[in-house]
């Protein structure tokens, strides 16, 4: 399994950034934001090419962020101006800190025997009341892709619900199934969820 999480992030620090920066994520936007406060506290939690802290920073919220991939860390710094901590999701170590984080297409790599353990860091990351923000690919079970050698773990809405309920700290506010964003991934189905964090989980 290490080998294919190394792989994973290995492939995020080639050339991944320059294929993302510029996609239009504004519906994925205004769900979330319709949870936030004014000049919100948000974390963008595997931040990838910074494109999405960038869009929250213009917005007036304040913004932190982090991501495995060194070169990712770089390309989020330079296009937001900020520094961006190098950190993995297991290695997080916020507490009640945030009104939102914000996690599109990153927990999609946490392996399912872990998954529990992250989710509850991040509920911990969290202000009562705040909101999580995440999505993943469509299906059913852990995978490598055989083109990229890419780790995934696959998500529906049975199996984010089993995981929900073993962190005993969250609501489910919304989930929702779009196609990918990208041109050239159209066929790709996502899951997407918006979860509030219990004002008892602290």
């Known amino acids: 399994m290490r080998q294919e999480l190394e792989t994973t992030i290995a492939f995020y620090d080639e050339k991944y950034a320059e294929s993302t920066e510029h996609l239009d994520m504004q519906q994925f936007y205004d769900r979330f934001e319709k949870y936030l406060p004014e000049g919100a506290s948000v974390l963008d939690a595997g931040c990838g090419s910074g494109r999405d802290s960038k869009h929250f920073i213009e917005r007036g919220y304040t913004v932190t962020a982090f991501d495995a991939s060194e070169t990712m860390c770089e390309c989020a710094s330079k296009l937001t101006g900020q520094e961006v901590r190098k950190l993995t999701f297991q290695e997080m170590d916020y507490h009640d800190c945030f009104d939102g984080i914000?996690?599109?297409?990153?927990?999609?790599?946490?392996p399912e025997d872990e998954l529990t353990t992250v989710l509850s860091k991040l509920f911990l990351s969290l202000r009562d009341g705040g909101v999580l923000y995440a999505s993943w690919k469509c299906g059913e079970a852990e995978r490598v892709e055989?083109?990229?050698?890419?780790?995934?773990?696959?998500?529906?809405?049975?199996?984010?619900?089993?995981?929900?309920?073993?962190?005993?700290?969250?609501?489910?506010?919304?989930?929702?199934?779009?196609?990918?964003?990208?041109?050239?991934?159209?066929?790709?189905?996502?899951?997407?969820?918006?979860?509030?964090?219990?004002?008892?989980?602290?």
């Open 146 to 202: 055989v083109s990229s050698g890419r780790f995934f773990s696959d998500m529906n809405e049975t199996r984010l619900t089993q995981y929900l309920q073993l962190t005993d700290h969250s609501e489910l506010k919304e989930i929702w199934y779009t196609k990918d964003v990208r041109n050239s991934c159209v066929s790709q189905n996502w899951i997407n969820a918006i979860i509030k964090k219990r004002g008892d989980a602290s």
């Open 102 to 110: 914000w996690s599109c297409a990153s927990l999609l790599h946490v």
